[in-house]
Every structure is written in structure tokens, then in C-alpha cells.
Nanobody
């Protein structure tokens, strides 16, 4: 079983910063990518940023230049640094881990429980 845990959400004023963390774990798995999504009330979940296992990153146009995804200090961890936050960034942020188990073999995507980010104007 693959577990994903996010942390670091909270309330911040517009223009402020927050850092989210994500940690994925599971026996015998390899993480191919860690991804950040967000879902605002009444809206579909949208992709925010992707961190590939070898380091490449990709971002939604709405967060380019403001958000940075990077590897954490521990294996299978990632951080999402969010700067110049806007009220429209308010959402529940989810981390997803694309994993593969070469031993079984099996693969899938595991989701965290989400963390609330609220940006006040």
C-alpha cells in the first residue's frame, strides 16, 4: 500500500508565501513522479505542478513564476514553494504519487488527503 501525506497549508494574506510538503511511502515502490493538484470549491481538480523522478518540472500557466516544486531532503518527498499568493490560489492542495512496483509488478497513483490553502485579500 502506498501512502501520501501532505502538510504545510494554512491562511496567508495576498502576496504572502506558503510551503507545502509531500511524502510518499510504500514497500518496494519506485516513485516516478510527485504531482501537486488543487481543487477550489465548485471547480474541477487541476494540475499545479509536476516533479519527475530525475528532476524535471512542469507548471500550470497560472502559477508559473510564482510556485516552485523541488525534491525534499528525504527520499520520495517534495516541496511546493508558493510565493506571491493570490486569493484565486485558495483551494485544497493534493499531492499525488505515480508509483511502480517492479517486484509484483504493479503501478498506480496514490493521493494524499489534501491540505487547505486560503489566501485572503
Amino acid at each position: 500500500q502506498v501512502q501520501v501525506v501532505e502538510s504545510g497549508g494554512g491562511l496567508v494574506q495576498a502576496g504572502g508565501s506558503l510551503r507545502l510538503s509531500c511524502a510518499a511511502s510504500g514497500n518496494g515502490i519506485t516513485i516516478n513522479a510527485l504531482e501537486w493538484y488543487r481543487q477550489a470549491p465548485g471547480r474541477q481538480r487541476e494540475l499545479v505542478a509536476i516533479l519527475g523522478s530525475s528532476g524535471p518540472t512542469n507548471y500550470a500557466d497560472s502559477v508559473k513564476g510564482r510556485f516552485t516544486v523541488s525534491k525534499g531532503n528525504a527520499k520520495n518527498t517534495a516541496t511546493l514553494q508558493m510565493n506571491s499568493l493570490k486569493p484565486e490560489d485558495t483551494a485544497v492542495y493534493y499531492c499525488a504519487a505515480d508509483w511502480i512496483n517492479y517486484g509484483e509488478p504493479s503501478a498506480g497513483r496514490a493521493w494524499g488527503q489534501g491540505t487547505q490553502v486560503t489566501v485572503s485579500s
